[in-house]
Every structure is written in structure tokens, then in C-alpha cells.
């Protein structure tokens, strides 16, 4: 025999937009990471790399050094969405994402299996498209209201 509980709602604060951008760069970073993963598991892909080649690339200190600097950029708008002043961020979010579209899409030509690099690619470019919005959206105050610090010292006073 089950009691019933009494049904409370949950407490909802809202979650601050450097947050929500940084987790939205975490996001597509372990997606961006992980469906190059998986990818080794396709057919040819690591006999290819065993004869220096990825899709049509050579394997060489370029092809690694831009690898690298496509995972850096969304590792750094981790740190970078919640450290910069506000409209900073907000304008390199809005930047970086529009950048990252294009190659994203262009990640699912080198892949074969269409359902999975198709999926990825929509999966990456949903969580782009959050971070525009987010940051987008962005909360503006107005000239007259003042700032949290200030309320709290009056209320302490």
C-alpha cells in the first residue's frame, strides 16, 4: 500500500545566460568529440588513417594543428562565456556560433554513414542555434535601476 505524498512545485530559479552558454559549449563540444569517435567505428575510417589519410586529407602537422584549434575554439567559449563582460560575450557567442554553422555542415561531407553524421550535424547545429538564442536574448538593464550590489547595501544599511 502506497501513501500519497502532497504534490509541492518545484522550486524553478532561473538559470543566469553565462551558464547556460557555457553549458551549451560543453554540449557541443562532447557531441562535436563524440560523433568523431564513433566514426572510427565505421568501415575503412582507421585503415585510412593508417595510411594517412582522413576523408581527403593527408594526416599531417596542419591537418592536426587544425583539428585541434576546431576543439579548442568551443573549449575556450567555455571559459569565455563566463568570464567576459557581458556585452562581449554576448557579441563572441553570437559570432563563434554563426561561425561554427557552416563547419558543422561541412563535417557531414566527409561522412558516409548519412544517418549518423546527419544526426550529429542536426544534434551539433540544435545546440548552436540555443546558443544564439541565449545569447541573443540576452537580459539588458535599464540605466535607472540599479545593480544588485547597490540593493543589497541599502537593504544592509
Known amino acids: 500500500m502506497s501513501t500519497r505524498r502532497p504534490t509541492t512545485a518545484l522550486q524553478d530559479h ?53 583539428a585541434l584549434t576546431l576543439m579548442a575554439v568551443p573549449i575556450f567559449m567555455v571559459v569565455l562565456s563566463t568570464t567576459l563582460p557581458a556585452r562581449v560575450s554576448r557579441t563572441t557567442n553570437l559570432a563563434v556560433a554563426a561561425l561554427y554553422v557552416p563547419v558543422t555542415v561541412f563535417n557531414v561531407a566527409g561522412g558516409f554513414y548519412l544517418y549518423f553524421y546527419g544526426l550529429g550535424v542536426v544534434l551539433e547545429l540544435v545546440v548552436l542555434a540555443l546558443i544564439v538564442r541565449y545569447a541573443w536574448a540576452w537580459p539588458r538593464t535599464t540605466a535607472s535601476s540599479p545593480d544588485r550590489d547597490t540593493v543589497r547595501a541599502q537593504q544592509h544599511a
Open 14 to 66: 532561473p538559470m543566469p545566460v553565462r551558464a547556460k552558454l557555457a553549458a551549451g559549449w560543453t554540449s557541443f563540444m562532447l557531441l562535436y568529440a563524440y560523433v568523431d569517435i564513433l566514426g572510427f567505428y565505421t568501415p575503412g575510417v582507421v585503415k585510412d588513417i593508417l595510411d594517412n589519410k582522413v576523408y581527403e586529407f593527408d594526416l599531417s602537422q596542419t591537418f592536426s594543428a587544425t
